[in-house]
């Protein structure tokens, strides 16, 4: 079962998670991807997709990376978009070519057939998250890179949208070159002012839709 959910309310909960950020206990990490799925889901809403909370009840976001299993709580965003079902998750294992997981932070897959669990369905947008206090290194995007190409990013010759999600606010050089050569989008989240990281993240989805 699946609950609806306004743009209003995706945006008031991002909101009130941005407000908790600096004072909360829990690791900013998730955090970073709690309002990074809400923020995207709400954009998304707003350019035209279908949006619903999975499973219906209260919205769990999950803390450590796991396959989806019925006994782990947790909850995702299903999207409808042009007759398609996708599903928005945080923290999920994505089954490689090479059948290793990897996690990616927020990440957008294709499908919900019952044969094929999330973590092998086809990839089709990610965002990685991080905390950083320095410069955002190339590291970053080199192993955004590596898992991209392994979770089929390049599949039947198709780039489907990357993002960097980060509270360092700044990037390197050799990071700067690396995203412009590879399109993938740079979204600094300043938890003081995310005014400008929302725009960013309404552009990323405008991106998705446009891939999909």
Not at 35 to 59: Q, R
Not at 118 to 137: D, P
């Amino acid at each position: 079962m699946t609950t609806t959910i306004s743009t209003v309310a995706l945006a008031h909960a991002a909101k009130v998670l941005a407000k908790a950020m600096p004072s909360t206990t829990l690791p900013i990490g998730p955090q970073l991807e709690a309002w990074v799925l809400l923020t995207l889901g709400g954009a998304l809403k707003s350019l035209g997709a279908s949006v619903h909370a999975a499973p219906s009840g209260d919205f769990y976001v999950r803390l450590n990376q796991h396959k989806i299993f019925k006994s782990h709580r947790s909850s995702w965003l299903e999207i409808t978009y042009d007759g398609c079902e996708y599903e928005l998750h945080n923290a999920l294992q994505i089954q490689g070519r090479s059948r290793a997981h990897h996690e990616i932070d927020v990440c957008l897959v294709a499908g919900k057939p019952k044969t094929a669990p999330a973590h092998r369905r086809i990839f089709r947008a990610g965002i990685e998250c991080k905390q950083h206090t320095a410069a955002v290194s190339e590291n970053v995007v080199r192993a955004l890179l590596g898992i991209s190409l392994e979770v089929n990013q390049f599949w039947l010759g198709h780039c489907f949208p990357l993002g960097v999600a980060s509270t360092g606010g700044r990037i390197s050089k050799n990071t700067e070159r690396l995203l412009d050569y590879y399109d993938i989008a740079y979204i600094g989240t300043d938890v003081a002012n995310l005014k400008h990281s929302k725009f960013a993240i309404h552009q990323f989805a405008n991106r998705i839709l446009r891939s999909l």
